[in-house]
């Protein structure tokens, strides 16, 4: 019999004063307003700064925008990604290279399944779980 998986935070920012990271990984969609998920919080307790990036143009298409940390934000960097334009391992390799600690995320923001995010990161990432409606 296997042991049932550990509870996960949630995608709040109560999970992330609970679990802080570096860097911290926010999945946006192209066009789409209002952010949603995890971005969404901390979009909203920063005051609206990825959503202007979202709205210049400044995400881009492919591949990750590096942002530096924030003093209001319970995290490390933070990594904003096109939702859909990265799979679970293009995360993993682009936080190797940052030699910071556990990273953070919402697998399901990404698109993607907490297994095989947990897969993708040996196991050594906060995976959030999105906010029940």
Same mark, same amino acid.
């Not at 995608?11 to 911290?24: N, Q």
């Not at 881009?60 to 679970?88: M, Q, S």
């Given at each position: 019999?296997?042991?049932?998986?550990?509870?996960?935070?949630?995608?709040?920012?109560?999970? %992330?004063?609970?679990?802080?990271?570096? +860097?911290?990984?926010?999945?946006?969609?192209? !066009?789409? *307003? #209002?952010? /949603?998920?995890?971005?969404?919080?901390?979009?909203? *307790?920063?005051? !609206? #700064?990825?959503?202007? %990036? /979202? *709205?210049?143009?400044?995400?881009?298409?492919? &591949? #990750?925008?590096?942002?530096? +940390?924030?003093? %209001?934000?319970?995290? !490390?960097?933070?990594?904003?990604?096109?939702?859909?334009?990265?799979?679970?391992?293009? %995360?993993?390799?682009?936080?190797?290279?940052?030699?910071? &600690?556990?990273? !953070?995320?919402?697998?399901?923001?990404?698109?993607?399944?907490?297994?095989?995010?947990? *897969?993708?990161?040996?196991?050594?990432? /906060?995976?959030?779980? #999105?906010?029940? +409606?």
């Amino acid at each position: 019999m296997t042991a049932a998986p550990a509870p996960r935070p949630p995608a709040t920012l109560a999970g %992330l004063r609970a679990h802080p990271c570096d +860097p911290l990984l926010l999945a946006v969609r192209a !066009g789409a *307003r #209002p952010l /949603v998920g995890l971005a969404a919080w901390v979009d909203w *307790r920063l005051g !609206g #700064p990825i959503a202007r %990036l /979202v *709205r210049a143009g400044r995400v881009p298409d492919e &591949g #990750p925008l590096l942002l530096p +940390p924030w003093r %209001l934000l319970p995290a !490390g960097r933070v990594l904003i990604w096109r939702a859909g334009a990265a799979t679970a391992a293009d %995360l993993a390799r682009a936080v190797r290279g940052l030699g910071a &600690g556990p990273p !953070g995320l919402c697998p399901e923001d990404f698109g993607l399944t907490a297994s095989e995010v947990a *897969r993708a990161f040996g196991g050594d990432a /906060v995976l959030f779980a #999105p906010e029940e +409606p």
